[in-house]
């Protein structure tokens, strides 16, 4: 009674104070709701509930319960509420209105929607607290949410308490309601959240020991399977929690529990003789069938069956059938047992089963593991990871590792099919290592690492995602279309393909799409935490996405900060699996490839090219009518490119010297300006004032990526080899030839034939006089002049086809640029390297001294590079902190830090008033240009700014100056 009473005495006072009513009483309301559209008509949306625009009130206190279906089991020390740090705290399961996410970006997690001071906090209608009775009592069966009841787009639910939580399992049922399962502390931990977000029910598992979920099927509305870790001996809901040996000290159990009787259906588990049992996944199959994967230690009894393992502990797979009765288990040896048995482990971690009954399963081992007649064995101590196809009989129909070819380790987190059978099999790196026939090498420590599959084991795709810090991918999921959803946790920002992603900091949770080609539709980053990570992902009816995680301390996302209950708490949320076009990208959510193009800037010797909310401007001298408009007028300020029809935004930019070229969003190669010497690749003799579309090589209709020099370009089309067009003088074009001849159309770059066919270029960077091309692979080629050692290969010689640049042994390049006669590349050890001409310090490392081999720069101590750009004399890099340094020739103010002295090393710009961090660069001959916090263009150096509209002023500008787009 006094709980009662001291619940409405709060309510009360809730609404004296925010309401300012004069007298108790409690508003009748409807359903939940966003905004007052939401509700239905005479109703507004007051606190997140639904209520009627005449206020009202009633007056029987039984009449005053705001949601009687939603009541929960007796939970005295359990909060389940959200807690953002701010002001308007708001419960997270309850009758408050409830945070929205943020509108998402391709590269960063920034809010767009400022928090709403004017609604104050409610009380969490949703939880009760009576006094706690012997044992937990089962709830009322949910009330089912009226399809008239509009749901949030975006919510995120927290829970928590003074014990740590943890997030192993997720699923989402018929109706799209969402399971969540892992630990509370020692406990059982098994929630049901609807798709509005209410936590409607929970598995009274209270009372065991050393129990967590870690599996999750939701086969029907009624029935719910799971799989976990237990402590026997003891019983679980009246089962005997079941125990391979006496020695057991951990468990493995599968269940099935009834939504409906709130009861198990049944139990069955195992256990070994090591006490070192986990099972990981659990999946079924069309016919009812489960399957799950795990580990044991030593010999362990699976019902009936008996396994023994050879190894320490042995991964496992076995099929139980839909009354949880084993039907036969495989076992993945390794060999015999040794003194130090953390070194002489695997276990599988997940299973995805196709629609012949294979499975497909994936996860980690240490030194050797058997997989039938197949042995992977390795030199070294740390985990590698593996693919194996079974049949529906367990049999092993192949296997496939993630070779390693270094130190460092490599696992597999996740597995999922697509919709015609391809395995996709998601996991992270630290070293360089090689999968089928493509080697990969990581940023720095951990990359996230997703690989494509053929229902043969053949690699089909690889895709990459990482930085400076420990990523993972820990859960992925696929769509109908093939679309790829990963999610998991980064240390820093990350690059995927030619994308960074900005992150909030370390530990940061995040969610990327990408398409079935592996390219990058949009992200999320959030967290800036200790232990911020997403463990699971699901997909829920129709354009829902549903990722649930943990955090520690505080959590940031998007506008909101949560605080956690002492230690662990976990999350819940539901995000729309696509995000609306976006008019400028910058305020606004981004999923299309135009967006992800927003933000482009290229500069040349006299103009400049720059793309902002997908509008394609240049500016500057205009000779030859190289700005694209139309016309050979110059232009102060930015003017738009005169598109080509059917296109309307640039996948790429490369300023040339009087000339341009893009790609556009047709994907086709376009140049346009002076064509002297057949820098426009149309096959012609005449400048174009607009763009006009390269000829592509024969077989080819595509371009991937592309460059612009003085006198040629280059690029790369759809069957992965390089072409180059315009001046070949001084063997710039690669094609093995020195002659002054022009080449109107692209003619192929002469690799060395020793290059394997797997490789391929990745990024092209061209001076006047030399070019370079950074590989799949991470090696360095480059061809042309060398009379400074600007090719990189321990010579001075003029080399007419591509050479293999001397990188210091053990690295490779992520990223690439070149000067007039230097070259500059970030490697794999994150370092800057610079080689070829120093007489103005343009190498950064001191000397002063030109070399034919890359040299350090000399980089802030504990500073390391990001992006890198080289101008004439000058070289510029973004640093992981995102301010930008700079170091060379300072003549005409290019180096931005408010003088025209030359620097030897590294030294940061001044950084425009009111920003924070770079995120693009660019240079050339004297100029820099940059894009500051993902909207903001800023250059400095010569040509910057303009005296009239009809020509260009040759100013010096040594502070960055804003370019008004």
Not at 33 to 60: A, N
Not at 109 to 121: F, I, K, L, Q, V
Not at 478 to 485: P, R
């Amino acid at each position: 009674m006094q709980g009662w009473i001291k619940e409405w005495v709060w309510r009360a006072l809730l609404f004296i104070g925010v309401g300012g009513l004069g007298f108790l009483g409690c508003q009748l309301q409807g359903p939940e709701c966003i905004q007052s559209s939401d509700c239905p008509s005479q109703q507004q949306c007051l606190y997140g509930w639904c209520r009627p625009q005449q206020t009202s009130f009633c007056q029987p206190p039984q009449s005053c319960q705001e949601n009687p279906t939603e009541t929960s089991p007796s939970e005295p020390h359990i909060t389940d509420s959200s807690e953002p740090v701010s002001d308007t705290n708001t419960p997270s399961d309850g009758g408050g209105e409830q945070p929205t996410l943020p509108e998402m970006h391709p590269d960063a997690g920034e809010p767009t929607t400022p928090p709403d001071a004017s609604e104050p906090p409610q009380p969490d209608t949703n939880e009760t607290t009576p006094e706690a009775g012997p044992e937990m009592q089962p709830e009322p069966a949910p009330e089912t949410v009226p399809e008239t009841t509009p749901c949030p787009k975006t919510w995120l639910r927290t829970y928590g308490n003074q014990h740590p939580q943890e997030v192993r399992a997720t699923a989402v049922d018929p109706q799209g309601n969402v399971w969540v399962g892992g630990r509370d502390e020692d406990s059982f931990l098994l929630h049901r959240y609807d798709p509005c977000g209410k936590r409607q029910w929970q598995l009274p598992m209270k009372g065991v020991d050393r129990a967590i979920v870690r599996a999750l099927v939701v086969p029907s509305v009624s029935n719910v399977l799971f799989a976990g870790n237990i402590k026997p001996p003891g019983y679980l809901d009246g089962f005997k929690i079941p125990r391979g040996y006496p020695s057991d000290a951990s468990a493995i159990v599968v269940g099935q529990t009834n939504q409906t009787t709130n009861k198990l259906d049944w139990l069955n588990g195992w256990g070994g003789e090591g006490g070192a049992d986990l099972v990981q996944d659990l999946v079924t199959d069309s016919s009812g069938s489960l399957y799950i994967t795990g580990q044991f230690r030593g010999k362990a009894n699976f019902g009936t069956l008996t396994a023994t393992g050879t190894g320490v502990k042995p991964a496992f797979v076995a099929k139980l059938n839909a009354q949880g009765k084993f039907q036969w288990v495989t076992v993945f040896n390794g060999e015999a047992p040794i003194q130090d048995s953390y070194y002489n482990s695997a276990f599988g971690r997940r299973i995805a089963a196709d629609g012949s009954g294979n499975l497909y399963v994936v996860g980690q081992f240490r030194l050797s593991l058997s997989f039938g007649t197949t042995t992977f064995t390795s030199n070294s101590r740390g985990d590698h990871a593996f693919v194996t196809k079974l049949d529906a009989n367990g049999k092993v129909l192949w296997a496939r590792q993630w070779e390693r070819r270094g130190s460092g380790q490599n696992d597999a987190f996740d597995v999922k099919l697509d919709s015609s059978g391809n395995p996709y099999v998601l996991g992270f790196f630290n070293s360089t290592i090689v999968v089928g026939t493509t080697t990969l090498n990581n940023h720095s420590k951990n990359d996230i690492l997703v690989v494509k599959y053929d229902p043969q084991g053949n690699v089909l795709q690889t895709h990459t995602l990482g930085g400076g810090g420990e990523d993972f991918g820990h859960a992925l999921a696929l769509d109908s279309n093939n679309n790829i959803y990963i999610a998991g946790r980064v240390g820093s920002a990350v690059t995927f393909g030619t994308t960074t992603i900005t992150t909030a900091g370390r530990d940061s949770l995040f969610v990327a799409k990408l398409n079935s080609q592996g390219i990058l539709q949009w992200s999320y980053s959030g967290g800036a935490g200790e232990k911020n990570q997403i463990h699971r992902i699901n997909l829920g009816p129709a354009d829902t996405l549903y990722v649930a995680g943990e955090f520690r301390d505080t959590m940031v996302w998007g506008n909101q900060t949560y605080r956690s209950h002492g230690d662990i708490d976990l999350f819940v949320a539901r995000l729309p699996r696509t995000q609306a076009p976006c008019a400028t990208c910058l305020t606004n959510p981004c999923n299309t490839a135009k967006c992800q193009a927003s933000n482009l800037v290229s500069a040349g010797k006299t103009h400049i090219c720059g793309q902002l909310g997908g509008t394609m401007k240049c500016w500057g001298q205009n000779a030859h009518g190289k700005l694209g408009f139309g016309g050979e007028t110059p232009n102060p300020t930015p003017i738009n490119v005169k598109l080509r029809p059917g296109t309307s935004y640039a996948r790429q930019i490369a300023v040339g010297f009087n000339f341009t070229c893009a790609i556009f969003d047709d994907q086709r190669a376009y140049c346009w300006g002076d064509n002297t010497y057949g820098t426009l690749g149309n096959g012609s003799t005449g400048k174009q004032t607009t763009p006009a579309p390269v000829l592509p090589p024969t077989g080819t209709a595509f371009a991937k990526t592309i460059a612009s020099g003085s006198q040629h370009a280059c690029a790369v089309f759809d069957d992965n080899q390089t072409y180059c067009w315009g001046g070949q003088g001084g063997g710039r074009l690669g094609n093995n030839s020195t002659s002054k001849a022009v080449r109107r159309q692209p003619t192929q770059v002469q690799f060395p034939s020793t290059l394997p066919q797997t490789v391929f270029t990745q990024s092209l960077a061209l001076s006047p006089e030399h070019s370079c091309a950074l590989m799949t692979d991470g090696s360095v080629y480059c061809w042309g002049k060398n009379t400074s050692g600007q090719l990189g290969d321990g010579t001075n010689q003029l080399q007419p086809t591509p050479v293999k640049v001397a990188l210091p042994q053990g690295t490779t390049a992520v990223n690439l640029t070149v000067g007039h006669d230097h070259t500059c590349a970030i490697l794999s050890d994150r370092n800057a390297y610079c080689w070829g001409n120093n007489a103005s310090d343009q190498l950064g490392d001191g000397t002063g001294l030109n070399s034919n081999k890359p040299v350090k720069v000399k980089l802030p101590t504990g500073r390391y590079a990001k992006a890198i750009a080289a101008g004439e004399s000058h070289t510029c890099a973004i640093l992981d902190d995102y301010k930008i340094h700079c170091w060379g020739l300072n003549n005409n103010g290019q180096l931005g830090d408010g003088t025209t002295t030359k620097r030897l090393a590294p030294m940061p710009i001044i950084i425009p008033q009111g920003r924070s961090f770079a995120t693009q660069l660019t240079a050339n001959h004297d100029i820099t240009c940059a894009i500051f916090d993902r909207e903001h263009l800023y250059c400095w150096g010569f040509h910057v700014k303009y005296s009239s509209t009809t020509s260009a002023s040759t100013s010096k500008t040594p502070t960055p100056t804003l370019v008004t787009f």
